[in-house]
């Protein structure tokens, strides 16, 4: 497995890079957010990969973080969501309002994306709500930040494990989870999270 690829950034398109490395020059399809953070040809560069295989072809996708990349697949998870749908997505969202959106039942900015229909939207709000659900750490897995005092329901726990199966560090979530209203519920907290790091950037 290619986790990632460090190199010269040689091919800069719309939605494709070519990075070489040791000669060898990857051919990466992504999304218009990563072309957008990649530097000028001729830089240095660095993408999180992931690839598919099939019968008749092999695809090489390369995200600037590994965010993104989380993001990414888990789009491609969603049964009639492939590749190509996955990379027009996340030119259109970033990894952090494409999280908000999940977690607020947004399935009407997913359409916005040329070739996704309101069918298909909904389906991804409902199997990635369910997924992130699933894939959630084991309970008390992930300790309580200092700082984070009441933890009713453990919805700050529990928040903080929908966030990070996302992709985002506990480093990176604990200031946000700092400022957000403890008490709030679980899918209260994660947007709150999210509209935070969101308005940061």
Known sequence: MIYSIKGILTVKDTNFV?????GIGYGCRTSYNTVKQLGETGSEVKVYTHMTV?????????????QEL???????????????????????????NFAF???????????RTKG???KTAQRIILELKDKISAESFNENSVSVPAGVTDVSGSAVSEAMEALMV???????????????????STQEIIREVLRLMTSKR
């Not at 070519?18 to 040791?22: H, K, L, T």
């Not at 989380?70 to 952090?96: H, M, Q, W, Y």
């Not at 979530?173 to 209203?181: A, N, Q």
């Open 18 to 22: 070519v990075i070489e490395s040791n």
């Open 54 to 66: 099939r019968d008749d072809n092999i695809e090489l996708y390369g995200f600037a973080t590994q």
């Open 70 to 96: 989380n993001c990414f697949r888990l789009l491609i998870s969603v049964s009639g969501v492939g590749g190509k749908a996955g990379t027009s997505i996340l030119s259109d969202i970033t990894p952090e």
């Open 101 to 111: 959106l999940i977690a607020s039942d947004d399935s009407k900015a997913f359409t």
């Open 116 to 118: 996704i229909g309101t």
């Open 166 to 184: 996302l992709g985002y560090s506990q480093a990176e979530i604990v200031p946000f989870l700092r400022k957000c209203d403890t008490t709030a």
